[in-house]
């Protein structure tokens, strides 16, 4: 193998050489004086070991090792610029893949409506959605599964950046004889004694729910329940209450259960989450699901 150090703007000024076939005029299109143009020619023969041109009073022309040199020097050059025009791309989100997690039952009427809008802004990157369940309410950004994820907060995790998609009241959800059932809202404290339906794990999300900080003793947790069906049949069958959004009355009505607005409790959220160090894609992920719900909460229902 040679050894030369033979740089791009070498390559390029041999390639605007023989394509104009006049060191003047070549000069004038680099921008650079015809001297130093001369120069770096001379430099990239000294590296080669072969003379580029035959060089006359009257014309620039290449030699036959020119001519071989000038298509492989047109090759590297071409896709030289193809990776940096990809790696810009890379780098500001436009292709590559991106995964995004979100939580069973967050804003599902959202999801949709932020997937086409984020398509349409960024046609070439590949997008692997994936649902998780309650049993990993962070849906994958604690153990890099994921890029950028819709969540429900809280999420303890450090260092994440969440941007708020929607509010809303929280709800009892009860069997449908339970003697809250047809109240029109409920304090919670009316709750607390009440056998609880959880999420499996534990953490500061699953606390949040079956509302451990607002009680002097542990709950009594009746059972545990990874998706919104399995949460709502315990509930049917007595086994006990649980805590939901108010959207799940709307997505996961059934018979056997009722949904009750606890009045005093803070409303819960729905947002998109990435880290700081998140790839730029994931950050213009988050940009457009915050654009795309503030665009759909504005509208006239």
Same mark, same amino acid.
């Given at each position: 193998?040679?050894?030369?150090?033979?740089?791009?703007?070498?390559?390029?000024?041999?390639?605007?050489?023989?394509?104009?076939?006049?060191?003047?005029?070549?000069?004038?299109?680099?921008?650079?004086?015809?001297?130093?143009?001369?120069?770096?020619?001379?430099?990239?023969?000294?590296?080669?070991?072969?003379?580029?041109?035959?060089?006359?009073?009257?014309?620039?022309?290449?030699?036959?090792?020119?001519?071989?040199?000038?298509?492989?020097?047109?090759?590297?050059?071409?896709?030289?610029?193809?990776?940096?025009?990809?790696?810009?791309?890379?780098?500001?989100?436009?292709?590559?893949?991106?995964?995004?997690?979100?939580?069973?039952?967050?804003?599902?009427?959202?999801?949709?409506?932020?997937?086409?809008?984020?398509?349409?802004?960024?046609?070439?990157?590949?997008?692997?959605?994936?649902?998780?369940?309650?049993?990993?309410?962070?849906?994958?950004?604690?153990?890099?599964?994921?890029?950028?994820?819709?969540?429900? +907060?809280?999420?303890?995790? +450090?260092?994440?950046?969440?941007?708020?998609?929607?509010?809303?009241?929280?709800?009892?959800?009860?069997?449908?004889?339970?003697?809250?059932?047809?109240?029109?809202?409920?304090?919670?404290?009316?709750?607390?004694?009440?056998?609880?339906?959880?999420?499996?794990?534990?953490?500061?999300?699953?606390?949040?729910?079956?509302?451990?900080?607002?009680?002097?003793?542990?709950?009594?947790?009746?059972?545990?329940?990874?998706?919104?069906?399995?949460?709502?049949?315990?509930?049917?069958?007595?086994?006990?209450?649980?805590?939901? +959004?108010?959207?799940?009355?709307?997505?996961?009505?059934?018979?056997?259960?009722?949904?009750?607005?606890?009045?005093?409790? +803070?409303?819960?959220?729905?947002?998109? &989450?990435?880290? &700081?160090?998140?790839?730029?894609?994931?950050?213009?992920?988050?940009?457009?699901?915050?654009?795309?719900?503030?665009?759909?909460?504005?509208?006239?229902?």
């Amino acid at each position: 193998m040679l050894s030369m150090n033979v740089e791009l703007r070498h390559l390029r000024a041999f390639v605007a050489v023989a394509e104009a076939a006049n060191f003047t005029r070549a000069a004038e299109a680099l921008l650079i004086s015809q001297p130093s143009l001369s120069y770096t020619i001379r430099q990239l023969e000294g590296q080669l070991g072969f003379r580029l041109f035959a060089r006359t009073t009257r014309a620039t022309a290449l030699t036959s090792a020119g001519e071989t040199f000038l298509a492989e020097a047109r090759a590297v050059l071409a896709r030289f610029d193809q990776a940096a025009v990809l790696a810009r791309r890379m780098a500001v989100g436009e292709v590559g893949t991106l995964r995004v997690g979100y939580l069973i039952g967050a804003v599902v009427d959202l999801v949709p409506a932020i997937m086409r809008a984020f398509a349409g802004r960024y046609p070439d990157l590949d997008v692997e959605l994936v649902e998780y369940d309650f049993s990993a309410p962070r849906c994958g950004l604690d153990t890099g599964e994921t890029d950028v994820a819709i969540v429900r +907060p809280p999420l303890d995790l +450090p260092d994440l950046r969440e941007r708020i998609l929607r509010r809303e009241k929280c709800v009892a959800c009860v069997p449908e004889g339970h003697p809250i059932a047809g109240q029109p809202e409920v304090g919670v404290a009316r709750l607390l004694s009440e056998p609880i339906v959880a999420a499996p794990g534990d953490g500061q999300w699953r606390d949040s729910w079956i509302l451990t900080g607002l009680r002097g003793e542990s709950p009594v947790v009746a059972c545990e329940a990874a998706t919104f069906e399995a949460e709502l049949q315990a509930v049917a069958l007595g086994r006990g209450l649980s805590i939901v +959004p108010a959207s799940a009355s709307q997505f996961y009505a059934r018979p056997g259960v009722r949904f009750v607005p606890v009045s005093d409790l +803070p409303e819960c959220t729905v947002a998109v &989450a990435c880290s &700081a160090d998140a790839p730029q894609a994931a950050k213009n992920f988050a940009e457009a699901a915050a654009e795309t719900a503030r665009e759909l909460s504005d509208r006239p229902q």
